[in-house]
């Protein structure tokens, strides 16, 4: 098989004095949209800000493309990310800015082209995601669905070779929700590029990726494709797939006892 686009190897991460990865291992391969699920706090931006440099493993290595992104200097990481694409929830869109000029944004800053060919892509890239015909909006006459697309064009702009996703169906209609997940799939095969979506969305992603990587105490603790995930036995994928909401990742926060905290005095008989 060839070198993996994303590998992350026994990787260990904390803010302060505190883990919060503590031996990571994972592989995305070319082609492949896989998704990252987990409990909340559990390292999944954590993961996604490694792979794009913004932070640094204590341990182990990630690489991106064969390069380990902890040994890179600031140029290098420059050119890696260039090969990125990020769509965050919460990922706006320049709100002084057409829908159009957003999404010239990236060309204009980072590719030195002709207005033109400028002009040509936009197009293209709004066409991909259906809103071509959006390109003279500005960001406030827009719904929440078409502002999450035009943030997607934005992010294809310069031909990302992986895309980054971070709880990108967070607050959509089940209408636009099931189009941003159908255009993930259709955008990461048309560039031959790979996606990691980190996602608390069961049911789409399992319909739209390839594989499903689930994290806990710092690390993968199951995994498999939607098919293997769908008649998985472990306790955690069987909690996440049916939405319930205590079992293995506890509904309650580790906390001193409720009555101790409220002051009561416990009576014995
Ligand atoms: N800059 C930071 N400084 C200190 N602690 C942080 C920082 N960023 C995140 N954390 C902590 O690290 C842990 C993991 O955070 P992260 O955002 O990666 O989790 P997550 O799995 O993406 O969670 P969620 O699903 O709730 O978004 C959390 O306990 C969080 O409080």
Redesign the pocket.
Known sequence: MSTPLVQLDQVRFG??DHD?LSDLSLTVQRGQVVAIM?G????????LRLIGGQLRARAGRVLVDGADVGGMNETALYDMRRKLGMLFQFGALFTDLSVFDNVAFPLRERAKLPESIIRDLVLMKLHAVGLRGAANLMPFELSGGMARRVALARAIALDPMLMLYD?PFTGLDPISLATIGQLIRELNDALGAASIV?T?DVAESLSLVDYVYFMADGKVIAQGTPDEVRASDHPFVKQFINGEPDGPLPFHKPAAPYAQELGLEIVRA
């Open positions: 803010y302060g919060i987990g909340s706090g559990s390292g999944k931006t954590t993961l709880e980190v608390h």
